[in-house]
């Protein structure tokens, strides 16, 4: 019977990620078998009765969806200021689901959620930075001459934020808007809107189109569908390439 480490089968049950189970193992706060664990590395069966806070942990059928974000929506299970989530939008999902990374409450676009938490971990790895691709209009008109440092990169805050590539989609003169397409190879807190306003460009919006080779084809802001199976084989094929 295969063993799987402990923190990796809670990840997958849904109830957090990898890295906060690991923390909860840390803290004391899960059994297995009746005996506390307080160490990384242990092994458990599909057998081994495992307890996290003294409530038995359920394991979970894995689910995977892509959803279409609106503006106005936060990237979360709950909001302590009672704002509407993502989650809010799937209400016919029965599983613990989460989101993959984020997407801030003004920005719209592609975004995964799950409850295996190995499959999130996994695609938010610091080793590996999966391509997104996104669509900002900001005010005003970046010169030529400054438009390298999208490329090179710009210093805020003690980090140094830039983006993999971009393209001109459409410049509007009269307006002063300009309209690109942004590709980030990773993903900084506010990242894209950080660059932008440090160049003096703020952005009005921000959508993302694609993550890895997924897109938002057919769907409508607030709509979801599940992954196909060749999908998230994909996904982790394409991760376990460059972590393993």
Same mark, same amino acid.
């Given at each position: 019977m295969k063993k !799987?480490?402990?923190q990796?089968v809670i990840?997958?049950?849904?109830?957090?990620?990898?890295r906060k189970?690991?923390?909860?193992?840390?803290e004391?706060?899960?059994?297995?078998n009746?005996?506390?664990?307080?160490?990384?590395?242990v092994?458990?069966?599909?057998?081994?009765?495992?307890?996290?806070d003294?409530i038995?942990?359920e394991? !979970?059928k894995?689910?995977y969806?892509?959803l279409?974000?609106?503006?106005?929506?936060?990237s979360?299970?709950?909001?302590?200021?009672?704002?509407k989530t993502?989650?809010?939008l799937?209400p016919e999902?029965?599983?613990?689901?989460?989101p993959?990374g984020?997407?801030?409450?003004?920005s719209s676009?592609l975004?995964l959620?799950?409850?295996?938490?190995?499959?999130a971990?996994?695609?938010?790895?610091?080793?590996?930075?999966?391509s997104?691709?996104y669509?900002?209009?900001?005010d005003g008109?970046?010169p030529?001459?400054?438009?390298?440092?999208?490329l !090179?990169?710009v210093?805020?805050?003690?980090?140094?934020?830039?983006v993999?590539?971009?393209?001109?989609?459409?410049?509007d003169?009269?307006?002063?808007?300009?309209?690109l397409?942004?590709?980030l190879?990773?993903?900084?807190?506010?990242h894209?809107?950080?660059?932008?306003?440090?160049?003096?460009?703020?952005?009005?919006?921000l959508?993302?189109?694609?993550?890895a080779?997924?897109t938002?084809?057919?769907l409508?802001?607030?709509?979801?569908?599940?992954l196909?199976?060749?999908?998230v084989?994909?996904?982790?094929?394409?991760?376990?390439?460059k972590?393993e």
């Amino acid at each position: 019977m295969k063993k !799987e480490r402990l923190q990796k089968v809670i990840a997958q049950s849904g109830l957090t990620s990898r890295r906060k189970a690991e923390r909860l193992i840390l803290e004391g706060r899960v059994k297995v078998n009746g005996e506390l664990v307080t160490e990384l590395g242990v092994k458990v069966s599909p057998k081994d009765e495992i307890t996290v806070d003294g409530i038995p942990l359920e394991r !979970e059928k894995k689910v995977y969806y892509l959803l279409y974000k609106p503006r106005g929506y936060i990237s979360a299970v709950t909001d302590d200021r009672g704002r509407k989530t993502v989650i809010d939008l799937m209400p016919e999902v029965e599983e613990r689901i989460y989101p993959v990374g984020r997407l801030d409450y003004d920005s719209s676009g592609l975004l995964l959620l799950t409850n295996d938490g190995d499959f999130a971990y996994k695609l938010m790895h610091p080793k590996f930075h999966v391509s997104k691709e996104y669509i900002v209009k900001i005010d005003g008109i970046i010169p030529m001459e400054k438009r390298d440092l999208l490329l !090179e990169g710009v210093k805020v805050d003690g980090e140094l934020l830039k983006v993999s590539k971009y393209k001109v989609k459409r410049v509007d003169r009269k307006k002063r808007t300009m309209l690109l397409e942004v590709t980030l190879h990773e993903g900084k807190n506010r990242h894209i809107r950080r660059l932008f306003e440090a160049l003096g460009h703020p952005v009005l919006k921000l959508k993302r189109e694609k993550y890895a080779f997924l897109t938002l084809d057919h769907l409508q802001p607030g709509e979801y569908r599940p992954l196909k199976p060749k999908e998230v084989h994909d996904l982790l094929q394409l991760v376990n390439k460059k972590i393993e």
